[in-house]
């Protein structure tokens, strides 16, 4: 099954770099500066969320293999010894 190709979007790249140097009243260093600031922000963010993620990920493996790892262990290749509390 095929899928019909996505609408290009329209590039208004010209138009944004436009507004931020108008903003920056037509520094163009200033623009530049401002931007690469935003790109920081952005990239702390993304860290900050990968960071959070990776933790979620890892509390949803132990959440849920909780109570199961018994079965996990009896169905080991290798005996494990264990006792199960009475």
Do not use: F
Request: net charge negative; charged share 30%.
């Amino acid at each position: 099954m095929t899928r019909p190709a996505p609408e290009p979007v329209p590039d208004d790249l010209e138009a944004s770099t436009d507004d931020v140097i108008a903003a920056c009243e037509g520094d163009a260093r200033a623009a530049v500066r401002v931007l690469l600031v935003a790109l920081h922000h952005c990239q702390a963010e993304l860290e900050q969320r990968n960071d959070e993620v990776a933790q979620l990920a890892q509390d949803i493996s132990r959440g849920y293999s909780r109570g199961r790892w018994e079965d996990l262990l009896t169905r080991a290749e290798v005996p494990i010894p264990y006792k199960p509390d009475d």
